[in-house]
């Protein structure tokens, strides 16, 4: 039956689609927020906690997609889930405990910028242990 092909076809790319995205956003978030030298990274943790205890409601969600012009697109299913405060907290945390400054600095003596740091020193130490758990 065609409608079970696009049913398992929608759900497959929501799925890896969805996956993809989060991990990448998670990533990127939990990186910036576990550094010592970046200054508003405890105020913006508050404000992601925040968010944790208080979330705004179906409404509002509903609404917010609606004015955005994502209603009755794929986005719809991907971009609202695609960032987790939880899993950016873990990821954090992990960055936190795992990196040592002085790696950070010896990179910056041999001319790595921030980006490199992340890309070549940063993302090998992310053990696949963790990276499976944010995708769960």
């Not at 998670?26 to 030298?37: V, W």
């Not at 925040?50 to 705004?56: A, E, I, R, S, V």
Request: with cysteine; proline share 4%.
């Amino acid at each position: 039956n065609r409608d079970i092909i696009t049913g398992y076809t929608n759900s497959i790319f929501y799925t890896a689609s969805g996956t993809f995205l989060a991990v990448v956003l998670t990533l990127l978030a939990a990186y910036p927020l576990s550094r010592k030298d970046y200054k508003l990274g405890r105020h913006i943790m508050v404000i992601f906690t925040f968010t944790m205890f208080f979330g705004g409601g179906l409404i509002p969600t509903y609404l917010l997609m609606s004015n955005l012009g994502l209603i009755n697109t794929r986005a719809v299913m991907i971009i609202p889930g695609a960032l987790s405060v939880y899993n950016i907290i873990i990821t954090r945390t992990f960055f936190q405990s795992t990196i040592p400054n002085e790696l950070l600095d010896a990179s910056q003596i041999d001319g790595c910028s921030d980006f490199i740091f992340f890309r070549k020193i940063v993302l090998p130490l992310y053990n696949l242990n963790s990276l499976a758990y944010i995708t769960m």
